[in-house]
């Protein structure tokens, strides 16, 4: 199986920060990395695909790149509604297996 | 819009099975893969499998066969979801998931059920 590991575990920044989150997998998935927003109690919400490509509807603050073994989401600009954990998830091969997430707190 | 509607919550004991049902609507239901995660609590995400509502078919994470079963009722625009043997470790919430592609599979999830909490408890 592909393990996926994040980093950090957590943050916390302040509204109006840049914020990088760095997703590393165990062998290269090529640019099949994608990225996924939980609030608590809420099911999580699909933000970036193919390692790069914005979801429709998701904001222009959220940006995400890498290829191979190396991944990072950036969120620029920092709203209050972006405080959530972040999952990055493979899906290169079954099974898929997602990291164990970055959580931001205020 | 597209709604993806799961069951309510369960509880279940030890060695029992449950069965979580998905309804989707807003789009055409044969045409995309439904996957199935769940997540402990506390925990992160861990896929289970998909099933194609349009032949039936069904694939499952090795972690899972044996005990996992998913099916489709394409008259109800529902699929399902039934775990057996159940133990405290599949205490968790499921999510059912789309797959973003239509007639195809790229395990991209764009629509998510609300989560159905399972509690296994003796």
């Known amino acids: 199986d592909i393990q996926l590991t994040q980093s950090p575990s957590s943050l916390s920044p302040s509204v109006g920060d840049r914020i990088t989150i760095t997703c590393r997998a165990s062998?290269?998935?090529?640019?099949?990395l994608n990225w996924y927003q939980q609030k608590p109690g809420k099911a999580p919400k699909f933000l970036i695909y193919?390692?790069?490509s914005l979801q429709s509807g998701v904001p222009s603050r959220f940006s995400g790149s890498g290829s191979g073994t190396d991944f990072t989401l950036t969120i620029s600009n920092l709203q209050p509604e972006d405080f959530a954990t972040y999952f990055c998830?493979?899906?290169?091969?079954?099974?898929?297996?997602f990291g164990q997430g970055t959580r931001l707190d205020i | 819009q597209v709604q993806v509607v799961q069951s309510g919550a369960e509880v279940k004991k030890p060695g029992a099975s449950v069965k979580v049902s998905c309804k989707a609507s807003?789009?055409?239901?044969?045409?995309?893969?439904f996957h199935w995660v769940r997540q402990a609590p506390g925990q992160g995400l861990e896929w289970m499998g998909w099933?194609?509502?349009?032949?039936?078919?069904?694939n499952y994470a090795q972690k899972f066969q044996g005990r996992v079963t998913m099916t489709r009722d394409t008259s109800m625009f529902t699929v399902y979801m039934e775990l057996s043997s159940l133990t405290s470790d599949d205490t968790a919430v499921y999510y059912c998931?789309?797959?973003?592609?239509?007639?195809?599979?790229?395990?991209?999830?764009?629509?998510w059920g609300q989560g159905t909490l399972v509690t296994v408890s003796s």
């Open positions: 807003g789009y055409t239901f044969p045409g995309y893969y």
């Open positions: 998830q493979q899906s290169y091969s079954a099974p898929i297996t």
């Open positions: 099933i194609n509502p349009n032949s039936g078919g069904t």
């Open positions: 998931a789309r797959d973003m592609m239509i007639y195809g599979l790229n395990y991209y999830f764009d629509y």
């Open positions: 062998q290269s998935i090529r640019t099949y």
């Open positions: 193919a390692a790069s």
